[in-house]
Structures are given as C-alpha cells and as structure tokens.
Nanobody, 124 residues
C-alpha cells in the first residue's frame, strides 16, 4: 500500500550540501519510523539515519553524525535528509524506507517499504 519516492539527489562538490526528500503515501505515516540507507557500487546497503514516528528521536551512523540531519513533516508525509560537508565516500544511491515500528531502527529487516532510490554523486 505504501509508496515512497525520493528526490533531491544530484552532483555536488566535496564540502557541499544536498537535501534529500522522501514523499510517502498512506494516512498512517506518523505511526512508523523512517530511515535512510545508501548503497555504493560494490558495497552492501548500509544504514545512514532514522527518525521515530513522532520525529523526536533520531539515530545516525557514526560516519555521518554531525554532518547529516534527518527530519520529518508528518503533515506532508515527507522525510528529509539534510547532508552537509559531503565527502566523496558519501556518494551512493540513497534509499528512503518505512519501518514496521515507531521506534528508530538500524536493521534493514525492520523496514517494510522502500523507495527506488536517488543518486548522490560527490566530486573531489
């Protein structure tokens, strides 16, 4: 039932910023935690950030802590990922996902719905 669509990806120079958005369908958007994952060529999909259903609690992978900020606007059924001070190693396809719980979760297996992804490229 739930459909997710990411946007905001693109090419940015190292040190620059991008803001990703994920628009979700469904009338119970606020009941579920949302997460951002990324996958670079030749690598496993990895957890990046998550936000609880209420938007109060957040969690980040150590490599992006202090640079990325996840947030949500439940009235707009949208989750965001503000990415600052981007590094070449941040380049990947970024995926938005909806969890099966309200609490934040880093486990890919706890996310039921996934968007098609948006490409983020960071030049040196």
């Amino acid at each position: 039932q739930v459909q997710l669509v990411e946007s905001g990806g693109g090419l940015v120079q190292a040190g620059g910023s991008l803001r990703l958005s994920c628009a979700a369908s469904g009338r119970t958007f606020g009941n579920y935690a949302m997460g951002w994952f990324r996958q670079a060529p030749g690598k496993e999909r990895e957890f990046v950030a998550a936000v609880s259903g209420s938007g109060i609690s957040t969690y980040y992978v150590d490599s992006v802590k202090g640079r990325f900020t996840i947030s949500r606007d439940n009235a707009k059924n949208t989750v965001y990922l503000q990415m600052n001070s981007l590094k070449p190693e941040d380049a990947a396809v970024y995926y938005c996902a909806q969890a099966i719980t309200m609490a934040t979760n880093t486990d890919r297996g706890r996310y039921r719905y996934w968007g098609p992804g948006t490409q983020v490229t960071v030049s040196s």
